[in-house]
């Protein structure tokens, strides 16, 4: 299979012109590695060292500072957590180079880490001020379709009026979708590299980064947040589900964030008297992965189990609008709406100036009036900053349903 060029490299590349330390960060296997050798070869010429060498990854833990400031060249450090007393030498050789090389400071480090460093504070804390920090998510669906990666800016301006007819199947695009090791392999393959992937992960990536009691704990925990994904996220339920204390649990699930299995979609809400279910929504970081973890198969789900592949869909459009706005120009969060008297909509796409844009997710080929009454609502709390809200489906045509209100083709994602 052929590199599949990936929508982070320019903003990776932009970043470091523009500080001295740049950390790429994202779950492992989602192509670190290959991203930042890529750059070495033909944009970033840099030493590169990877810590998952036991040679290397001793001399720095030795004498952190020395391994920096020996070298004069820009320098790739491949899975950076793996050595935490790192991150405060950096600072020490960062600001000297900026006192004795300012001209030369930016683009001396380049790191990567399979743990999210802002779940970090030991870690990050030092880097404040000196560090850009891009996380690489496995492929996106445009990334492995061939689409543009506009997504984001269409839905704001609301305008699919070049929507492409796409042969790609849902289905096919969910087996693309996911890490490049697995992307489009067979159901077999895919089982076998997701258990030895969560064998390492939650085995000996988790004991470097914490100091867990029960962490045999963790793969049960993963599979009742798999069994979850898309639902509200209730702590003291999970916990009873497991056998932990509310905080316990609460930080357990912390610790799959920061491995990048998991994710939260914060709720939205305006403090203008209107109450509204302010409780996260919880989604797995890959939907083939949590389709392995509850042993479904897709195409089965899909004729079987309508209700449970909606959840599948719905855990798919979450990841591709995370990695969406990681590489995007566009800044906005990713956030959801329920209301008291259980209104709902699934992602609202929160803009720095307020603005607003709202998705709905149907997996069948079919849309009514129906599916659009949780962006009216949020459209009357919202006001002028609502700019327009679609329900992606199954279906082929963009189809009209009132003024900022379309419903839309699923495959828009990718194009």
């Given at each position: 299979m052929p590199q599949t060029p990936r929508k982070?490299?320019?903003?990776v590349l932009f970043a470091l012109n523009n500080s001295p330390v740049v950390f790429v960060n994202g779950p492992r296997q989602a192509g670190k590695t290959t991203l930042v050798q890529a750059l070495a070869a033909k944009n970033y010429p840099a030493d590169y060292i990877s810590f998952d060498n036991a040679t290397q990854m001793a001399a720095a833990a030795a004498s952190p500072e020395t391994f920096l400031s020996s070298r004069k060249e820009p320098v790739i450090i491949d899975e950076v957590q793996m050595v935490p007393e790192i991150f405060r030498a950096l600072k020490m050789v960062v600001d000297n180079l900026r006192q004795t090389d300012k001209k030369n400071?930016?683009?001396?480090?380049?790191l990567t880490g399979s743990a999210n460093i802002m779940a970090l504070p030991k870690l990050s804390d030092p880097l404040v001020g000196r560090m850009s920090v891009k996380t690489l998510l496995p492929f996106a669906g445009c990334e492995t379709l061939g689409g543009k990666g506009d997504f984001l800016e269409r839905l704001f301006s609301l305008d699919?009026?070049?929507a492409k007819k796409d042969k790609t199947a849902l289905n096919d695009a969910i087996r693309l979708a996911t890490f490049p090791e697995i992307s489009g392999k067979k159901s077999r393959v895919r089982s076998e590299w997701f258990d030895g992937y969560l064998t390492t992960i939650l085995q000996r990536d988790v004991r470097v980064i914490s100091e867990l009691e029960k962490i045999a704990l963790l793969p049960t925990l993963l599979r009742i947040l798999a069994a979850r994904a898309g639902n509200l996220m209730n702590d003291a339920s999970i916990a009873r589900d497991i056998g932990l204390n509310p905080v316990t649990s609460k930080n357990y699930r912390g610790i799959l964030h920061a491995m990048f299995l998991t994710f939260d979609v914060q709720p939205w809400y305006r403090n203008i008297g209107k109450r509204l279910v302010k409780s996260p929504k919880g989604y797995?970081?890959?939907?083939?992965?949590?389709?392995?973890l509850l042993e479904w198969n897709l195409d089965d789900l899909r004729e079987r189990k309508p209700d449970?592949?909606?959840?599948?869909?719905?855990?798919?459009v979450a990841t591709e609008l995370?990695?969406?706005?990681s590489f995007s120009d566009l800044r906005a969060q990713l956030l959801h709406l329920r209301t008291s008297d259980n209104k709902e909509v699934d992602f609202v796409l929160e803009r720095p100036d307020g603005r607003l844009a709202a998705i709905e997710v149907k997996s069948s080929d079919s849309v009514s009036s129906?599916?659009?009454k949780g962006m009216k609502a949020l459209q009357d709390i919202a006001g002028n900053d609502f700019t327009g809200g679609i329900v992606l489906y199954a279906g082929k045509d963009v189809v009209p349903?009132?003024?900022?209100?379309?419903?839309?083709?699923v495959n828009a994602l990718w194009q």
């Open positions: 982070l490299s320019e903003n400071a930016n683009g001396r480090f380049l699919f009026s070049n797995l970081g890959d939907t083939l992965l949590l389709c392995h449970l592949y909606g959840h599948v869909v719905e855990n798919f995370m990695k969406l706005l129906k599916d659009f349903f009132g003024e900022k209100l379309l419903a839309v083709p």
